[in-house]
């Protein structure tokens, strides 16, 4: 094993790190928000919202990322009237497609990890809120999005580290972050070993912080599971 | 109904009408739960709903604040109607912000307790106050001590439900629906999920809330209650009103034969 060049490959990757990461936050940013509005649709009364909510679950969650990465960046510029609009210029980008495409099959997984965190909610607590005269969206606010998202947190959990391991698909798009960083050494060294392991690595580590982070999160927001305290809490 | 609807207790003879509700229906299915109940609460009235498993008192009170929404019949509290239309074919609420502040009027505690799992039992209280009535939260905060003083749980304003034995959750589900200041509170049988050794501390809470003049409704199957605390009793059988009197008349000689029934299966 040589340590000189497993040192010289990890300072060469760490450099692709920062675009890892804005792959990863933006998607997991943007497939957050497009989520919500799935859910909300897929949750509503209304028939064709609840259908084009069911059909997006169904297409974005049923088919693989990277076939839908792959139409988004080689497909999209074969319709003239995507080329010549106003948004070819972000849409022609290696970046703006992974981010569009990591973002929008996300959106597709969180929102069924949302709507079952709705299910879990018991229905006795969401008639005490309506017995106080809670509704709309005063109700989503208060007490179906807190206890929905603490469900849901777990499952969340295991999502965000899916798509920390996802945005390597990027590299197959031409986005140089630390796979295609790392594909771009092999075939400059033929050390595979090495410098897979160091990528391998740098994701370990990264997920590791983030499931931390995570837990850290579902714990803070769940006391009520915990046991009581052995003290009395102090008084405020 | 039967002859022995009775309706003048003569405690409460000024009083303003808190609570009017006139000939509700309501069917699940095929089944006719309700077959036309009215009945007026004044202020300060305290009336116990007995009947059988089935009788439709539960279902009754539900109607009230519009968890169920009845088929048929007209709702007043302190005088507002609640506005109900026909939509395809089903009676429903007109105005859904009417809807929301009768509720926020009506003080609910429920069989379970149902309190937020997730909030610490101050949190629950002020709740409604502070995201309903939209009032300052200070102030808030310092009127829920003093109900969770009053309920005897101060001690416990920071722990959450699920640490507090049932008794001391029911306790914090009735300083919740009070920091609301309701007008009318509703029990839908508030004793019957606690172990026999936790009702009384709730049914002291109860009556204390009776004697400071409170306009209540309560489901019971807590026969000395309803004979000692209540000043009107109200027996439903098979969705209607069988008995209705004061307590010492239905106990003492005036219940119908089913009442007496009734009763005499909780040695009465």
């Known amino acids: 094993m040589d340590i000189t060049f497993m040192f010289e490959t990890m300072k060469t990757l760490l450099a692709a790190l920062p675009m890892t990461l804005a792959l990863f936050s933006l998607s997991v940013f943007f497939g957050g928000l497009l989520a919500l509005v799935i859910v909300w649709m897929r949750v509503s009364g209304n028939t064709i919202a609840r259908n084009f909510a069911k059909g997006y679950i169904f ?61 879990a909610i018991p229905a006795k607590e969401i008639e005490a809120a309506r017995s106080v005269g809670m509704s709309g969206f005063l109700l989503t606010r208060r007490i179906l999005a807190p206890i929905a998202f603490r469900h849901a947190l777990p499952a969340y959990s295991t999502e965000v580290v899916m798509m920390v391991k996802s945005t390597a698909l990027a590299s197959l798009v031409t986005v140089w972050e630390v796979t295609g960083v790392a594909q771009r050494l092999i075939s400059q060294t033929y050390r595979t070993m090495e410098v897979f392991l160091c990528a391998a690595a740098i994701y370990l580590i990264l997920n590791f912080l983030i499931l931390q982070a995570m837990a850290l999160l579902e714990y803070k927001l769940t006391p009520h599971r915990r046991a009581a305290p052995l003290f009395p809490v102090p008084q405020r | 109904m039967t002859p022995t609807t009775l309706n003048q207790t003569g405690t409460t003879m000024a009083g303003t009408t808190r609570l009017s509700v006139r000939n509700i229906r309501k069917s699940f299915g095929t089944h006719e739960v309700l077959r036309g109940i009215s009945l007026d609460a004044r202020d300060g009235d305290v009336i116990s709903l007995l009947g059988a498993s089935g009788s439709g008192k539960s279902t009754f009170l539900r109607c009230i604040n519009l968890l169920e929404i009845a088929d048929h019949g007209e709702i007043s509290v302190d005088g507002e109607l609640i506005q109900m239309e026909q939509r395809g074919g089903k009676n429903v609420p007109a105005n859904r912000r009417q809807v929301d502040r009768i509720r926020s009027e009506l003080g609910m505690v429920f069989q379970s307790f149902n309190l937020w799992s997730h909030m610490t039992i101050l949190e629950n209280v002020i709740e409604g106050p502070v995201h309903v009535l939209k009032r300052p939260r200070a102030e808030c905060i310092a009127e829920a001590e003093v109900l969770l003083e009053k309920v005897g749980i101060a001690e ?16 914090a589900a009735i300083a919740r629906s009070l920091a609301m200041k309701p007008k009318v509170m509703l029990f839908d049988e508030p004793t019957s999920a606690l172990d026999p050794e936790l009702v009384g501390e709730v049914l002291r ?10 306009t209540m409704l309560v489901v019971t199957h807590e026969m000395s209650f309803a004979r000692n605390v209540s000043n009107r009793v109200i027996f439903m059988k098979s969705g209607e009103i069988d008995s209705d009197g004061a307590p010492d008349q239905l106990f003492g000689s005036g219940g119908s034969p089913s009442f007496r029934q009734f009763i005499g299966n909780f040695g009465g």
């Open chain 2, 205 to 214: 809470v109860m009556r204390s809330l009776a004697e400071e003049g409170m």
């Open chain 2, 156 to 171: 416990k304003r920071n722990a959450y439900p699920a640490h507090l034995s049932g008794g001391q959750q029911q306790r």
């Open chain 1, 59 to 119: 297409v974005f969650r049923g088919s693989p990322l990277l076939i839908q990465m792959f139409l988004i960046f080689y497909g999209l510029g074969q319709f003239g009237f995507i080329r010549y609009s106003f948004l070819w210029p972000a849409l022609r980008e290696p970046f703006v497609c992974a981010v569009l495409s990591l973002a929008l099959c996300t959106a597709g997984y969180t929102a069924e990890i949302f709507r079952f965190g709705l299910r």
